[in-house]
T-cell receptor, first 114, second 110 residues
Framework: DAKTTQPPSMDCAEGRAANLPCNHSTISGNEYVYWYRQIHSQGPQYIIHGLKNNETNEMASLIITEDRKSSTLILPHATLRDTAVYYCIARGNAGGTSYGKLTFGQGTILTVHP | DTAVSQTPKYLVTQMGNDKSIKCEQNLGHDTMYWYKQDSKKFLKIMFSYNNKELIINETVPNRFSPKSPDKAHLNLHINSLELGDSAVYFC?????????FGPGTRLTVL
């Protein structure tokens, strides 16, 4: 799985959009970009994933650059409950030899303040 | 309904003891995992099972033995516990896409 690089920490004001960047310059063509978050003392929670196109769900939006070397997770209206560590992971198809294992980096600690 | 559950939530034990952590998923997934999160908060894959068959073993010591009695369960047995085994252990399951994680078991070895 390709290495990903994220800023160690970010701040965001409540109600504003949180934009979390991720670099994955060595990502291969069949690797997806996954985002998970871990709220203090809880298990990681899936947020969103994408391959080439931008994706949106009820939690967030994922913007992937055309060359796929970087992406941005957008939380459109951050709340205090969004304070967590956010992990960007490049992962091959679950049907491959990796069988979908997730390789977590250090992630970005997002702090949403009032 | 809890999708992925683990028991116990907390486990405190002495060095040298043998202990087990249980995991159950009610999502009908074929693949289950064990991850370890150490004191520095690094989350690392330990094992993966697909349809009760071991698929991934990430150079975990032989003292750790996962057992999958059926697709819905993946238990982790640890022999001769060491201080360095203290961590939070997360179970997860998936079908093809996203993984669903359990709440974690905090193991403390004294």
């Amino acid at each position: 799985d390709a290495k990903t690089t994220q800023p160690p920490s970010m701040d965001c004001a409540e109600g504003r959009a949180a934009n979390l960047p991720c670099n994955h310059s060595t990502i291969s063509g069949n690797e997806y970009v996954y985002w998970y978050r871990q709220i203090h003392s809880q298990g990681p929670q899936y947020i969103i994933h994408g391959l080439k196109n931008n994706e949106t769900n009820e939690m967030a939006s994922l913007i992937i650059t055309e060359d796929r070397k970087s992406s941005t997770l957008i939380l459109p209206h951050a709340t205090l409950r969004d304070t967590a560590v956010y992990y960007c992971i490049a992962r091959g198809n679950a049907g491959g030899t990796s069988y979908g294992k997730l390789t977590f980096g250090q992630g970005t600690i997002l702090t949403v303040h009032p | 309904d809890t999708a992925v559950s683990q028991t116990p939530k907390y486990l405190v034990t002495q060095m040298g003891n043998d202990k087990s952590i249980k995991c159950e998923q009610n999502l009908g997934h074929d693949t289950m995992y064990w991850y370890k999160q150490d004191s520095k908060k690094f989350l690392k894959i330990m094992f993966s099972y697909n349809n009760k068959e071991l698929i991934i073993n990430e150079t975990v010591p032989n003292r750790f033995s996962p057992k999958s009695p059926d697709k819905a369960h993946l238990n982790l047995h640890i022999n001769s516990l060491e201080l360095g085994d203290s961590a939070v252990y997360f179970c997860a399951s998936s079908q093809m896409g996203e993984q669903f994680f359990g709440p974690g078991t905090r193991l403390t070895v004294l």
